[in-house]
């Protein structure tokens, strides 16, 4: 899953987006196979073991190779996450990271957000897996108001 999750599946496939998962490579290491349509009309199936050139040039091929109509992803069982933040200086995230995300299991996604003008300190994000409820004050209803994110966009 990339850092939002507004993008088409083919969009995403044919820049073979990064996500912010830990511990996964590129979208591609999730596709199985896809359904190509070619230029000149022909409808071609693709995968690591079947028209294996198409497969991988259409796959971060930006749409040149052919329009992608399907694909087979491998997937992971949706589950909830809590999202604590805390700032830290770029000297000290190498230690954190090590104790708070790498080879933790839990830790479903991680960001690392510097700040700018200098870019010595930032905010280090993990999405952990919890058995909590999604009770979260942050879940609003789709017509409640967001008045203070509307004035400071
Ligand atoms: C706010 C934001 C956050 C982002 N975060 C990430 C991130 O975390 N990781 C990351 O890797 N990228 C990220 N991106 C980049 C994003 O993944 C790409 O821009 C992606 O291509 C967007 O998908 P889309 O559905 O909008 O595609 P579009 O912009 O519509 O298309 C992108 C390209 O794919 C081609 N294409 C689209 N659909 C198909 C299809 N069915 N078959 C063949 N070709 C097709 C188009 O021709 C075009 O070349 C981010 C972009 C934004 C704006």
Do not use: C
Request: glycine fraction near 10%; proline fraction near 5%; hydrophobic fraction near 40%.
């Amino acid at each position: 899953m990339q850092t939002y999750a507004n993008f088409t599946v083919g969009g995403a496939l044919s820049v073979n987006a990064h996500g912010h998962y830990i511990g996964y490579g590129p979208l591609v290491s999730s596709v199985r196979a896809i359904l190509l349509v070619l230029a000149d009309g022909r409808i071609a199936e693709a995968s690591r073991t079947e028209n294996a050139e198409l497969f991988r040039a259409a796959i971060g091929g930006y749409g040149a190779v052919g329009i992608v109509t399907e694909v087979e992803l491998d997937l992971v069982p949706n589950t909830r996450v809590e999202r604590p933040v805390i700032k830290m200086t770029v000297d000290e995230y190498g230690d954190w990271f090590d104790q708070n995300v790498g080879g933790r299991r839990d830790v479903v996604f991680h960001n690392f957000d510097l700040y700018p003008p200098d870019y010595g300190s930032g905010r280090a994000v993990n999405w952990i897996e919890t058995a909590l409820p999604a009770n979260s004050p942050r879940l609003r209803g789709r017509n409640s108001a967001h008045r203070l994110s509307r004035y400071l966009m």
